[in-house]
């Protein structure tokens, strides 16, 4: 009975052990900006309010508009499919306010079909190879960023984030502990096969 239960947790440890150092690597990457020269910026989306962006998508945008206006990219790429109001999407409302801000509307490309970090990464894949390029600069939350980079550079993709600032202690609190853990489940599952 003693062999049969040392296999299971012996299991259970190598996963608790890998969750620890998938959380670690999240947390560094969330406080490093390894902004620079790219093909193109590409700005996850985040809740927009009746064709209004939420202060987190505002605050992405606004981060994704200084690493433009220093000339790292001459494409800024906005994801993000519809909420609860069918009329808007993320991606539609994100590319209207960088319009709003004097981005032109050439320089903007909208990917509003997906509803998933993994549909997102997909559709931008096949968006920069379609025009050729090879390399982008990833704005979202600091916790998000590990994620999605790992899932661009397993498409072949060069991948470098750039986390929007984040208001003064937000990374001590219990609640940007809880968001890493779920990307620490996101990011297993994904490695398991799962679209998430």
Do not use: N
């Amino acid at each position: 009975m003693r062999r049969v239960l040392i296999i299971p947790a012996l299991v259970l440890a190598v996963v608790v052990a890998y969750a620890a150092v998938v959380f670690t690597r999240i947390q560094a990457q969330a406080r490093r900006d390894d902004a620079r020269p790219a093909d193109a910026i590409v700005v996850f989306g985040a809740a927009e309010y009746h064709g209004r962006p939420s202060p987190v998508l505002r605050a992405r945008l606004d981060h994704a508009l200084l690493l433009y206006r220093r000339g790292l990219a001459h494409v800024l790429i906005t994801t993000g499919g519809a909420g609860g109001d069918w009329r808007y999407t993320e991606a539609g409302v994100a590319r209207d306010y960088l319009e709003e801000q004097g981005v032109p509307g050439a320089a903007i490309w909208a990917d509003s079909k997906g509803y998933s970090s993994a549909d997102a990464v997909a559709d931008v894949a096949a968006m920069l190879r379609a025009h050729g390029l090879h390399s982008l600069l990833i704005v979202s939350d600091g916790y998000h960023i590990y994620r999605v980079k790992e899932m661009f550079e397993a498409r072949g993709l060069a991948a470098y984030g750039s986390p929007r600032p984040d208001p003064a202690g937000a990374q001590a609190g219990w609640r940007y502990r809880w968001l890493v853990c779920r990307q620490v489940v996101a990011y297993l599952m994904w490695r398991c096969g799962f679209h998430v």
